[in-house]
């Protein structure tokens, strides 16, 4: 059980110490007002159980989920490597081992450095599907590794299910597809084939659908002898799909149909892409989900990121009507070009205290949200910051070596709860966002812990908030209204 509060015993120590020296202040307007007065010099912790921050090993849902205030459009979130993916319906899901946490934080860090590859754009190479050239990048990766998480979508005719990582750092949507020419990776669901969908259709060379793959893979399209469109997008760390751009019948739910999604059907594929089917792109560009059915949904989707992988969040396409506790701060749209979603971060807080960082740290490489990157990114300045203000009011647990990317970490084997300060971002719009625990710590094994933020090498870099800092919130993208909104309680 995680319980969530305040340090009371200490806020009342330290409101005592400040009360004596303005006790007439505090007398006089602690009646009308005591919590605002209280709320400017206490100190915010959480106090959690160690073992809240380990998955279970059985899977509970939110009990939100089904909530009256989801839409037909909502699909379930599941952690990919989680017992939640392992229903009755995924018997195989259990196969591969999940990979080792270092695993996904050097993935992570391949990730985070194809962002800054592909936000700088830089070169390209060339790699090959049945002796067709297809042009693809090496350093700058258009799309980028794995995310964590995943949702069940139908395609073609009759609909066959498939699980795809959703990941809003890219646009192309693709699935392994059958005959898998050159390869395909072994997957939870059976791989897709076109051949028993009636509805399925090539693109071909010559089509403005064809040419729309420049921009949301970063590759010139190819095109096969028959003049089928042929997409390629590289991942970084050898992980790649390439294949035929096609199209078929995407259904969402049974009402919720779209008929010529434009897709990528995968006959050479290889990465880090666990036991799905394939990726599903939330980013900006023409052709990701969110404009391809923005006729429907008026490009507005949201989501909540479970605080472990044995609980469940949900996705939603188009709005839902409940957005009473969301607050919104602007997308930064001088990036119009790129599929990543800019955001500003004003200031960050530890115990209820602003860090003292200079505005200016985090307008240099600019921010981005990001479904896919694990542990958020922030300038090394920032960072050195964070990490500092988290020691001292950690001073009372024993340090213990950095783990992977991860510097600021404790040794807590004696103890069965912990305590940390509550860490805050404000964003642009004076929009505060109070983490949720599962985004402050992150236990890397035995009875270790760490602070789960990493420095970028250069204040340049670009920020990232990423998921695990998410978990919880309700993230409302509004991409057509310019917005990107926070919420508590989206999920547990
Ligand atoms: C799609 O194109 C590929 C390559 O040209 C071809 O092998 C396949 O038969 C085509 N499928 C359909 C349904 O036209």
Redesign the pocket.
Known sequence: MMACSLNYSLMVIIFLLYSSSSLLFISSEARKDSASAAAAIEIHYHTLEISSLLPASVCTPSTNFKGSNKRQSTLEVLHQHGPCSRGPNNPSAATSPPPLLSEILSHDQIRVDKINARIKQTSYTKNQIKGKKVNLPVQSGRSLGSGNYIVTLGLGTPQKTLSLIFDTGSDLTWTQCQPCVKSCYQQQDPIFN??DSTS???VSCNSPQCSQLSAATGNSPGC?N?A?CVYGIQYGDQSFSVG?FSKDKLTIAPNEVFQDFLFGCGQNNQGLFGNTAGLLGLGRDKLSIISQTAQKYGKYFSYCLPSTSSSTGHLTLGKTGNSRNVKFTPFVTNQQGSSFYFINIVSISVGGRQLAISGSVFKAGGTIIDSGTVISRIPPTAYSALSGAFKKMMAKYKRAPAYSILDTCYDLSGYTSVTVPTVSFTFGGNVRVDLDPSGIIVAVGGTRVCLAFAGNSDDGDVGIFGNSQQKTLEVVYDVAGGNLGFGSAGCK
Do not use: G, M
């Open positions: 076109p051949s399925y259709s090539n096969t028959a089928t035929f």
